[in-house]
């Protein structure tokens, strides 16, 4: 059984960098073919997927948020991190890291394992 777990500062101010940790257990991130995302859910909106890095390490990204967004991963610790930069209060919203196929990334059936979810609130 995968397990997903979020973790990182549930505050950030205004234009500084967001980040978050996934810590994966009960598989590798390095497992042929898994995607590993970040997606999002701002307060009454729907799902945003954001960005992944794939088992091989590449990277992939929403064209809306790619100026700001840079994921990574520590493979020793089976962790991968989102850095969300110049933050505003429209970047507050629920974190979900989740493991996918990379097939369609607007396609919320091709994620089978999802984390709980944190909550990120931007605001001075």
């Known amino acids: 059984q995968v397990q997903l777990q979020e973790s990182g500062p549930g505050l950030v101010k205004p234009s500084q960098t967001l980040s978050l940790t996934c810590t994966v257990s009960?598989?590798?991130?390095?497992?042929?073919?898994?995607?590993w995302s970040w997606i999002r859910q701002p307060p009454e909106k729907g799902l945003e997927w954001m960005g992944a890095?794939?088992?091989?390490?590449?990277?992939y990204y929403s064209p809306s948020l790619k100026s700001r967004t840079s994921i990574s991963r520590d493979t020793s610790k089976n962790q991968f991190t989102l850095q969300l930069s110049s933050v505003t209060p429209e970047d507050t919203a629920v974190y979900y890291c989740?493991?996918?196929?990379?097939?369609?990334?607007?396609?919320?059936?091709?994620?089978?394992?999802w984390g709980q979810g944190t909550q990120v609130t931007v605001s001075s």
């Open positions: 890095i794939a088992y091989s390490g590449s990277t």
């Open positions: 009960g598989g590798s991130i390095t497992t042929n073919f898994y995607y």
């Open positions: 989740v493991r996918g196929d990379g097939s369609r990334w607007y396609d919320w059936s091709t994620y089978d394992y």
